[in-house]
T-cell receptor, first 114, second 112 residues
Framework: DAGITQSPRYKITETGRQVTLMCHQT?????MFWYRQDLGHGLRLIYY???????DKGEVPDGYVVSRSKTENFPLTLESATRSQTSVYFC?????????????FGPGTRLTVL | GNSVTQMEGPVTLSEEAFLTINCTYT??????LFWYVQYPGEGLQLLLK?????DKGSNKGFEATYRKETTSFHLEKGSVQVSDSAVYFC???????????FGAGTTVTVRA
């Protein structure tokens, strides 16, 4: 089925552990994004990618690492998780640039860091 | 930089009531404006959009008009249903950019 999937949907981890959140899209969209959603802040952009092997920082990149070796996958890694990274993480993809090319969002991953 | 300000919630309404959620923005140039909806337990879905001044976006009975003179994009629905209970986000992108800037979100609860 075409779409954008995220895994896991729920994750509980401990401070200091490494965690990787997966994102997979089947449309071959060029652009992919990671956002975090926190109460009172809406969604904030963590990292984005314009194509395979091209990534760039967003608004809140500290503590996160991304890679994009294949167009369809865009994993987000927390190298050493902190409590402040407890959040809901959304992956999105978009077919091209331009202000009216709207992103499609995945269902989200709820991450809790104890 | 770009920013979006939404009215704070939560908003609680009765069925068939009129809903307005205010949204104002700050951006250089001519941004595109969006409303996204997030139903409980789900990801964000595009509700409607407008790409230039005076455009009206509409979908599922919701409407919003791009007002450049007041830098606003208020969301309205004339008669809400219980199924409209969700979190609504206003967002923008600049015309030469593809990254979305979001407002904080407004939680709407509609009671039968």
């Amino acid at each position: 089925d075409a779409g954008i999937t995220q895994s896991p949907r729920y994750k509980i981890t401990e401070t200091g552990r490494q965690v990787t959140l997966m994102c997979h899209q089947t449309w071959s969209h060029s652009y992919m994004f990671w956002y975090r959603q926190d109460l009172g802040h809406g969604l904030r952009l963590i990292y984005y990618s314009a194509a395979a092997d091209i990534t760039d920082k967003g608004e809140v990149p500290d503590g996160y690492v991304v890679s994009r070796s294949k167009t369809e996958n865009f994993p987000l890694t927390l190298e050493s998780a902190t409590r402040s990274q407890t959040s809901v993480y959304f992956c999105a993809s978009s077919e091209s640039g331009g202000g009216d090319k709207v992103g499609v969002f995945g269902p989200g991953t709820r991450l809790t860091v104890l | 930089g770009n920013s979006v300000t939404q009215m704070e919630g939560p908003v609680t309404l009765s069925e068939e009531a009129f809903l307005t959620i205010n949204c104002t923005y700050t951006a250089t140039g001519y941004p595109s404006l969006f409303w996204y909806v997030q139903y409980p337990g789900e990801g964000l879905q595009l509700l409607l959009k407008a790409t230039k001044a005076d455009d009206k976006g509409s979908n599922k009975g919701f409407e919003a008009t791009y007002r450049k003179e007041t830098t606003s994009f208020h969301l309205e629905k004339g008669s809400v249903q219980v199924s409209d209970s969700a979190v609504y986000f206003c967002a923008l992108t600049r015309s030469n950019d593809y990254k979305l800037s979001f407002g904080a979100g407004t939680t709407v609860t509609v009671r039968a």
